[in-house]
């Protein structure tokens, strides 16, 4: 019972020992944060791949054109949530005056996106939830109709027909304007009026799919709405059009006499599906799925039907490599502030040796009333491991917060230094991710709590080896 | 002459001290490594950035250009700063049928003296140095002969790969098939001086064939294509066609030797709005009003800065850690401070001043402080200088690739250490140290000679 007591009481009163404590906080505070935010980082990018690819990802090799049947079938299979089909090709935007842009055309079935969180909260006009409209659309509007025909008329001369009228595309945020140089934030505002004043369409040209002599084709298109994903890819390269359309635009007529194109389908498991062999079993699934749908549906032979490519996007060697070498990365960190620890043990040690040296006599005198010497060493590695532990959880509570708040604490030293140091242009996200890891918690706690319990190990064995005789005498 | 003593004798019998100047050491050490590290990359970047762009840079942020551009350099020749200057035109376009990237169009004689384009071919030798597609020495049945206007078409296409083994690429190089034939269909939008589109409307097609491999080691840049200034000038429309002015997007100067940087852009933007004033009277004067005239610093601001940024954000993490050691050596002066308190009793009533005794920790701080940067910045450049064998030693005998040399821009670990930042650095750790002892310094010279000396 003294043992804790005293514990308790050198604990109390030496206030030098909260250096030790500010030391493992500290330590403990920036590994949390650093490896939360480097796996988050390693997370984000996961969620990314998997959100634009989904967990597997089926890839005829051959132009096809009954996507939606082939995506309806693959639905019906047990632990699938959702497939999509997509379709692309690269072109070129023509903005307005002298602004032309580079771009990724992606095709999509809306009907089927709108539902996914992306297009729920980056679109900045459809996003507000619509009871009319329940999900987002390429649909032109009426005054976007208006203003075209006028715009048709006055450069043509005639009434657009319907086949004349343009197509409403999505565009990402920075395919249409550039972030803040300091904030690094998009001014949602002025792009919404920009785009609310547009009077002229815009052209696309792109070429068919797998053909070398670039064979143009150019369409007028007219933006509907604006996507931010916080991502740089998607946000300064894509922009998206209805998947029908798309297919038509890339696409070549087939032998059934409709326009086939190539395109690949990302398929989302239930999120209860989490096993490689339950995985493998519905990867298998597909498989059959498509076989039989290539060779009843489409008549294809069988050996035509095999050029397909059935994938698991995330065990591809890209992602894998950029994972690993964040990883190693971290470890790097983790080194470095590893030594860290080392200076907050040697605290520690200082401390405690004073603290010995300064009570030998209450030393002398608990030995001489009984006490062993594992009892006395026991009260100073308690008093260590105290410490660490003391040390550890508020090392803990800080970079907890401060890994949820880190978007906060980003902006005040933007607001402070006057730069910003976390750009999606360097970092391919635009927030910094801010969840706490706490599956690494527990070893970087325990890392804390070892560290100080060794700080106070030497001190420990000097006080039990202390000759009570020699500790009471007067000098 | 006591003090020196006393400090002597403290450092060396007091093995404790030694933690101090373990601390200080370590601290010294990792910093200068980190930041050796960080700002050779950060040197490494500049100076690839500073190859790629020349000294200063006349930009007009529209595709559609500026006109006049050939009389405002013979203007610039007229001063005697300017080495050489060249024209530039960028655009994107649509390859084959389905990537698009950004096209640059370059007089290359010019643009290789303006920047250090030339280090960056893969092929080197001087009939690599141009866009002329080669003669075939050993045309097959296949090989379709070029018209000698096709010959002028030639493009080179940046990145290769750089863990690529030479052997690899010589291979690739070999395979006539990517040496001479691989034609690309390059589609580009024509756009007039207006900014609207003009030619067939529908985007301009030409067939370019493959010269010449180049890597800057700019993410950005290594993604283009760079083609012959004439031929894309043409391509897009800016050449004049249309009967309107021939238009660039760009001018890169290089300055002469010793001309200072910001002088010369100064003096160029000076230059440059003359030469607006004078041309305001004639066709699309307009064009020429929002131009803007960089360094190769502001041009490259984008990419340079995050670097610097992460640097400034390391510095900020190592004081914080920094002050860690600040601790370490205050609570061990405390102890030793206390622990000799009778001996400090005597020193005092033998008459030693207030002063002195303080004098006696805070130079005893002082020693730790040296001694430990000492040491710290001796191992931290051991380290640096040795970075690439001890990498190397690493990977060989763990196989552990703490470098890989495709995902880092550089193939090597900086190893250079940047010596009056190690001065830095061990001054501030000196300071640091003074800053420990200060409190334990205080707390002797405050010491009253009779409580010292009572036996407790």
Known sequence: MHKLFLSLRYLRKKRIVFFGIAAVTLCVALLIVITSIFNGFVRSLHDYWLQSQGQIQLTPRIAMHPYEDLVEQIENIDGIAAARATT?????????????????????????????????????????????KPVADFSLSPEIRDKFTAWYEKKFRRSPTAADMPVGIIVGIGVLAQPDKLTDKYDRHAIIEQLQQRKEPMYIISGKQGEMTAQKIRRLCWPVDVLETGTLHADTNLIYLPFDYTRDLVGNVGSTGEKECLGQIGIYLKPNIKKNIEIARIKQQVQQTWMRFATTRMNWSESKAANVSISDPMQTSNAMMITQEIRKQLAIMQILVGLVCVVAALLIFVTLKMIVMQRTKDIGIIRALGSSRVGIA????????????????????????????INVIESLITKLLGFKIWKSGVYFFRDIPNEVDWSATWWILITGLITATLGALLPAIHAARLQPVDSLRYE | MFKLLLIWRYFVRKRVALIAVLAVTLLVMMVLVVLSVMSGLIENTRSRNHNWTGDIVLTRHSLVGFPYYDEFIDRLYQSDIIAQATP??????????????????????????????????????DENKTFTVPDITDPGPDTPSLTPEQRKRGFMRGGFLRSSSSDLMDSIWQSSQLRYYLPLPITVFAINSRGLLTGSQAGENQTFWFVNYFRTDLLDVDDTILVDFDELQKLSWMDGQDGQPPRASQIRIKLKDNIDLETAQTQIAQFWREFAQQKEKQDHAELLTDLTVQTWKEYRRDYIGPMENEKTLMIIIFSMIGSVAVFVIFAIFYMIVTEKIKDLGIIKSLGASKWALAQVFLGYGALVGMVGSLLGTALGCAIVL????????????FGFRLWPPDIYAIDKIPDVVNFSEAAIIALVAVLASLAGALLPARRAAKLVVVDALRIE
């Open chain 2, 386 to 397: 040795n970075a690439n064998k001890i990498e190397g030693w690493l990977n060989q005998e």
């Open chain 2, 88 to 125: 530039i035109i960028k655009t994107y376009g649509l390859l084959e049928s389905d990537w698009t990237t950004p096209l640059i169009g370059v007089r290359l004689d010019e643009f290789m003296h303006v920047t250090g384009f030339a280090e960056c071919l893969y092929k080197t030798t």
């Open chain 1, 88 to 132: 692309g090709t690269g072109g070129l935007l023509y903005l307005g005056p002298g602004d032309v842009r580079a771009v990724a055309i992606v095709g999509l079935d809306l009907n089927r996106n709108a539902r996914d969180e992306i297009f729920h909260k980056g679109l900045l006009l459809q996003s507000v939830p619509n009871p009319q």
């Open chain 1, 378 to 405: 026991a009260i100073f590695l308690a008093y260590g491991a105290a410490v660490g532990l003391t040390g550890s959880i508020l090392g803990l509570a800080l970079g907890a917060w401060s890994t949820r708040n």
